[in-house]
């Protein structure tokens, strides 16, 4: 069994700051990439960022410049860092996993159960 916990949401004034984690635990045999979705009321699921093992990262252009993703291997952890938030980042942010659970294993997509993220104007 594989699970993935978020920490880090809350409530926050436009401009500030939050840094969400996820944490992933189970039986995992390596994890390609992690990365961070959003869901506001009313409409898809987006890509906010995302990490490959490498460390090569990608970012929706809205929070270019803005948010960091990075990832702790070893705790296999990853973080979204959100600096200059703004309203219209409100929304539940969703962390995901492309992993293996054996050498030769098929890679599957988990998700963690989403953390609220509130910007106040």
């Known amino acids: 069994q594989v699970q993935l916990v978020e920490s880090g949401g809350g409530l926050v004034q436009a401009g500030g700051s939050l840094r969400l984690s996820c944490a992933a635990s189970g039986s995992i045999f390596s994890i390609n990439a992690m990365g961070w979705y959003r869901q506001a009321p009313g409409k898809q699921r987006e890509l906010v960022a995302s990490i490959v093992s490498g460390d090569s990262t990608n970012y929706r252009d809205s929070v270019k410049g803005r948010f960091t993703i990075s990832r702790d291997n070893a705790k296999n952890t990853v973080y979204l860092q959100m600096n200059s938030l703004k309203p219209e980042d409100t929304a539940v942010y969703y962390c995901?996993?492309?992993?293996?659970?054996?050498?030769?294993?098929?890679?599957?997509?988990?998700w963690g159960q989403g953390t609220q993220v509130t910007v106040s104007s």
């Open positions: 995901n996993a492309d992993l293996r659970k054996s050498t030769w294993g098929p890679v599957f997509r988990y």
